[in-house]
């Protein structure tokens, strides 16, 4: 009869070590928690970028517009005070000429924003006193309406500016904490090849590390 061979396997291979599979598994569990946190980080990251490119470009069209419209308005009162000078000019000089029905005349064409500067210079008695001021369109009673309104106008387009040029600060901020959380899933995926444990544990303290940076810059960034 033939005899039986009985093959043993060693040891090592057939009853595997408890403390290594225990070690093994911590290992793994790591490597998976830093993929999922970095994961997370990643399209946290992408949202905020995205919405802060969404407000740069409004802030920008905002700012666009306002400076167009201060544009207009800074068009229009010189022409408004063109309108007054000549208005002005032709008045003083059919006064000076001693036409008072014309001069009367174009003083009923002054427009409403002049007269009270106007007033304010003939009360000065500009004819006699030298210190009068040589001009009513310098008195401080002569406001432009649509000059205030070009002021404002540019004054809210500088600020859309700036908001819009720290949006797209913001949104590129965002866009490099996400380059922090893809070297975290790069050196957390290939920790899984590696069988040293030194070189592992020190890829994944590595990738620990960076996603500890990752997440304190973005809890230090401003959110929508």
């Known amino acids: 009869m033939p005899e039986h061979v009985h093959v043993h396997a060693p040891h090592e291979f057939s009853e595997p070590s408890e403390a290594v599979t225990r070690r093994d598994r911590t ?5 998976a928690l830093l993929l999922s946190l970095a994961t997370v980080g990643i399209a946290w990251s992408g949202y905020q970028a995205a919405r802060w490119s969404g407000v740069q470009a409004r802030r920008y069209t905002q700012a666009s517009a306002a400076r167009s419209l201060a544009n207009r308005a800074s068009t229009l009162a010189a022409q408004e005070r063109t309108q007054d000078l000549l208005n002005f000019n032709r008045w003083l000089e059919v006064t000076t000429e001693g036409n008072t029905q014309l001069a009367a005349l174009y003083e009923r064409r ?7 500067a106007f007033s304010a210079w003939q009360a000065s008695d500009p004819l006699n006193n030298p210190q009068a001021i040589p001009s009513p369109l310098l008195e401080k009673q002569y406001v432009l309406a649509d000059a205030v309104n070009a002021d404002k106008l540019e004054h809210v387009g500088d600020v859309r500016f700036e908001q819009g040029k720290q ?3 913001n949104a590129d901020d965002y866009v490099f904490v996400t380059v922090f959380f893809a070297v975290v899933l790069f050196f957390a995926g290939i920790s899984l090849r590696f ?5 592992r544990i020190g890829i994944l303290a590595m990738a620990a590390a960076l996603l500890l940076y990752g997440a304190i810059r973005i809890g230090s960034l401003p959110r929508l």
Request: proline fraction near 10%.
């Open 110 to 116: 002054f427009r409403d924003e002049f007269r009270p």
């Open 167 to 169: 949006a797209n600060e």
């Open 27 to 31: 290992l793994e569990i790591i490597a």
């Open 195 to 199: 069988t040293w444990y030194p070189i």
